[in-house]
Nanobody, 116 residues
Framework: QVQLVESGGGLVQPGGSLRLSCRVS????????WDWYRQPPSPGSSRELV?????????DYGDSVKGRFTISKDNAKNTVYLQMTSLKPEDTAVYYC????????WGQGTQVTVSS
């Protein structure tokens, strides 16, 4: 069973930066594409795809984060990163990582709160 462990979230002021990490316990980490998602705190909100990195290292981003967030990975550490800059209050959410296509069991996520 694959384990996904997200970390690095916290409280940050608007305009600030954070780097999220996702440690993956999969032996085939190098072979997969990886996504970062987020789920805002508002009731009934759905999980939004934020960024994707392919096994080759190609990246893609949602329109709301393009130019501000950067996804990367370290194959030697089985870890996916999300560098977030110029953070806005609307970036407040719980952030999750998962394979594309996703494993059925998600991690606990990491809370990001952007507020002054």
């Amino acid at each position: 069973q694959v384990q996904l462990v997200e970390s690095g979230g916290g409280l940050v002021q608007p305009g600030g930066s954070l780097r999220l990490s996702c440690r993956v316990s999969s032996l085939r980490f190098n072979a997969y594409n990886w996504d970062w998602y987020r789920q805002p705190p508002s009731p009934g909100s759905s999980r939004e795809l934020v960024a994707r990195i392919t096994w080759r290292g190609n990246t893609d981003y949602g329109d709301s984060v393009k130019g501000r967030f950067t996804i990367s990975k370290d194959n030697a550490k089985n870890t996916v990163y999300l560098q977030m800059t110029s953070l806005k209050p609307e970036d407040t959410a719980v952030y999750y990582c998962n394979r594309n296509p996703p494993f059925p069991d998600w991690g606990q996520g990491t809370q990001v709160t952007v507020s002054s």
